[in-house]
């Protein structure tokens, strides 16, 4: 069986989050002081050469995004904690933030010393108003004891859009406007947060710096998946013995996360397991062997997302599921761009009439053909992968679609 390796949740249950001495007894804000005493760009070498890539479902290599921004020619630079974390069944921000918020904010002040800016946001989800109570204190204890250096932080609260959590509609929602996605190019590290050099990291990539920069860029790529170095928060919901969460090497199958960590399927037999999120792939047992990080995922078609893990037994309406999950996608489109405003409207409307038995064949290759399109005309990221469980049943579970349809 898998053993849980802890790096982001080390201190999670064993300090009291409320005390920054805790903190600092176990080490805590000595991985800033190294920082500080490299240079800028050999921090960003050695959060580069450690292979982090983000954990907030993009994958994209944490240091050479932060090179972007340090390359960037302006008088203020911006890092931006994205604590929206408004994906159903994920919890993995909310655990680091309540069981050791200043991991948080040492990540975010080495970013910041790396790239140039003394200026932080904390993004935080509006359903965790307590967690934004404990990071305001955390803040002020970090100000009183005067770690954070000239780095200031400030704590905002969203309102409860998931489209808040990319990282462009966030950072208008910071800027005072309605929470819609930007086009890109530019992107934030050359033109984010009032059009000046910004970094958006998730909060669980910004908790695994400061340990990082402790041990070493060679001692965390030797963990996980080579591609995808390190560990990674799993949350479970759904049909599984334990709902619980575990933070594993990178290289630990999905059926370890779920029959070991889990305790396995109750209610009945598996069915499917959707990871990383709403908007992640149903997988079928068939494919339970795959390592559960980043590219061994996209090479079975699915995600990893945000490492929500879904578990549904056979006794569950798969095609119920996927239409409940089409019209959260319906409620949760900003409008701003019509692939995805009407494309999640018609998708909604194409999964009922199929669960309500009145679909055909045809409606099912309507849906195929709509998701391509979705997939490769939508604005950011929400309206791209909305069809992706669509796509994904229909491709795994296609015998339970052709059982609706006449």
Same mark, same amino acid.
């Given at each position: &069986? /898998?053993?849980?390796?802890?790096? =982001?949740?080390?201190?999670? $249950?064993? #300090?009291?989050?409320?005390?920054?001495?805790? %903190? !600092?007894?176990?080490?805590?804000?000595?991985?800033?002081?190294?920082?500080?005493?490299?240079?800028?760009?050999?921090?960003?070498?050695?959060?580069?050469?450690?292979?982090?890539?983000?954990?907030?479902?993009?994958?994209?290599?944490?240091?050479?995004?932060?090179?972007?921004?340090?390359?960037?020619?302006?008088?203020?630079?911006?890092?931006?904690?994205?604590?929206?974390?408004?994906?159903?069944?994920?919890?993995?921000?909310?655990?680091?933030?309540?069981?050791?918020?200043?991991?948080?904010?040492?990540? &975010? /002040?080495?970013?910041?010393?790396? =790239?140039?800016?003394?200026? $932080?946001? #904390?993004?935080?989800?509006?359903?965790?108003? %307590? !967690?934004?109570?404990?990071?305001?204190?955390?803040?002020?204890?970090?100000?009183?004891?005067?770690?954070?250096?000239?780095?200031?932080?400030?704590?905002?609260?969203?309102?409860?859009?998931?489209?808040?959590?990319?990282?462009?509609?966030?950072?208008?929602?910071?800027?005072?406007?309605?929470?819609?996605?930007?086009?890109?190019?530019?992107?934030?590290?050359?033109?984010?947060?009032?059009?000046?050099?910004?970094?958006?990291?998730?909060?669980?990539?910004?908790?695994?710096?400061?340990?990082?920069?402790?041990?070493?860029?060679?001692?965390?790529?030797?963990?996980?998946?080579?591609?995808?170095?390190?560990?990674?928060?799993?949350?479970?919901?759904?049909?599984?013995?334990?709902?619980?969460?575990?933070?594993?090497?990178?290289?630990?199958?999905?059926?370890?996360?779920?029959?070991?960590?889990?305790?396995?399927?109750?209610?009945?037999?598996?069915?499917?397991?959707?990871?990383?999120?709403?908007?992640?792939?149903?997988?079928?047992?068939?494919?339970?062997?795959?390592?559960?990080?980043?590219?061994?995922?996209?090479?079975?078609?699915?995600?990893?997302?945000?490492?929500?893990?879904?578990?549904?037994?056979?006794?569950?309406?798969?095609?119920?599921?996927?239409?409940?999950?089409?019209?959260?996608?319906?409620?949760?489109?900003?409008?701003?761009?019509?692939?995805?405003?009407?494309?999640t409207m018609r998708m909604y409307e194409l999964m009922k009439?199929?669960?309500?038995?009145?679909?055909?064949?045809?409606?099912?290759?309507?849906?195929?053909?709509?998701?391509?399109?979705?997939?490769?005309?939508?604005?950011?990221?929400?309206?791209?992968?909305?069809?992706?469980?669509?796509?994904?049943?229909?491709?795994?579970?296609?015998?339970?679609?052709?059982?609706?349809?006449?």
């Amino acid at each position: &069986m /898998a053993e849980e390796m802890r790096l =982001v949740l080390r201190n999670y $249950g064993k #300090i009291d989050p409320a005390n920054i001495d805790d %903190y !600092i007894k176990v080490g805590g804000y000595q991985a800033l002081a190294k920082a500080r005493s490299m240079s800028q760009a050999d921090v960003i070498e050695e959060v580069k050469k450690s292979g982090l890539r983000g954990r907030g479902g993009a994958g994209f290599n944490c240091g050479l995004k932060w090179n972007f921004a340090y390359q960037a020619q302006a008088d203020q630079k911006y890092i931006i904690a994205n604590a929206d974390e408004g994906e159903p069944g994920t919890y993995k921000d909310r655990l680091i933030m309540e069981g050791d918020p200043h991991s948080l904010l040492e990540g &975010m /002040a080495i970013a910041g010393y790396a =790239v140039g800016a003394t200026k $932080g946001y #904390i993004y935080c989800r509006g359903e965790y108003p %307590y !967690i934004v109570e404990l990071l305001r204190q955390a803040v002020v204890q970090a100000k009183a004891k005067g770690v954070l250096g000239d780095f200031d932080i400030e704590v905002r609260m969203g309102a409860g859009a998931y489209v808040c959590g990319e990282e462009t509609a966030l950072i208008e929602s910071i800027e005072g406007n309605r929470g819609e996605p930007r086009y890109k190019p530019p992107f934030p590290p050359t033109a984010g947060l009032w059009g000046k050099p910004t970094i958006v990291n998730n909060v669980e990539t910004l908790a695994s710096i400061p340990v990082i920069i402790e041990k070493g860029a060679d001692w965390y790529k030797s963990i996980g998946a080579p591609s995808y170095p390190g560990t990674k928060i799993f949350t479970l919901t759904g049909d599984v013995a334990n709902k619980t969460f575990c933070e594993v090497p990178t290289n630990t199958t999905i059926r370890e996360i779920i029959y070991g960590f889990g305790g396995g399927v109750v209610g009945g037999k598996f069915k499917a397991v959707q990871i990383g999120g709403t908007s992640g792939a149903f997988i079928p047992e068939s494919l339970l062997d795959t390592p559960a990080d980043f590219d061994s995922m996209s090479a079975v078609g699915a995600t990893l997302g945000s490492g929500a893990v879904f578990v549904l037994n056979d006794t569950r309406d798969i095609v119920d599921t996927v239409k409940c999950i089409a019209k959260f996608f319906e409620h949760e489109s900003c409008g701003k761009c019509t692939p995805c405003r009407e494309g999640t409207m018609r998708m909604y409307e194409l999964m009922k009439k199929i669960n309500d038995g009145k679909g055909t064949k045809q409606d099912l290759a309507l849906m195929e053909k709509l998701a391509g399109v979705m997939s490769i005309a939508c604005l950011c990221g929400l309206g791209q992968a909305a069809p992706t469980p669509v796509v994904t049943t229909l491709k795994h579970f296609r015998a339970d679609y052709d059982a609706k349809v006449s």
